[in-house]
């Protein structure tokens, strides 16, 4: 059964940095799927944060995060890393990552089950 799991979340002040990680097991052909990270703050609905395409290595950043967040992955590992500085209390969310088998991550078929990612002085 496929399944990611994220991890790396915390507590960080503003202008911190942390590394999300999302690792898969269970997947067949892993590397073709586009892996993406959301985040869903209190009360709002969850967005799209950034994606990364499994097979030409397309990259998305959401225009709140471009410049701040850099995603890579490492098929071998099975895990797509997201590394977050210049971090900000509007960052603060639950963080989810996906997998969809399409060429973007705009209609996951699977979900971890997120991290929280906190960030206050």
């Known amino acids: 059964q496929p399944r990611l799991v994220e991890s790396g979340g915390g507590l960080v002040q503003p202008g911190g940095s942390l590394r999300l990680s999302c690792t898969a097991s269970?997947?067949?052909?892993?590397?073709?799927?586009?892996i993406g990270w959301f985040r869903q703050p209190p009360g709002k609905e969850r967005e799209e944060v950034s994606c990364?395409?499994?097979?030409?290595?397309?990259?998305y950043y959401s225009d709140s995060v471009k410049g701040r967040f850099t995603i890579s992955r490492d098929n071998a590992k099975m895990t797509v890393y997201l590394q977050m500085d210049g971090l900000k209390p509007e960052d603060t969310a639950v963080y989810y990552c996906s997998a969809d088998g399409g060429e973007y991550c705009t209609t996951p078929d699977y979900w971890g089950q997120g991290t929280q990612v906190t960030v206050s002085s």
């Open positions: 269970g997947f067949s052909l892993y590397e073709l799927y586009s």
């Open positions: 990364i395409n499994g097979r030409d290595r397309y990259i």
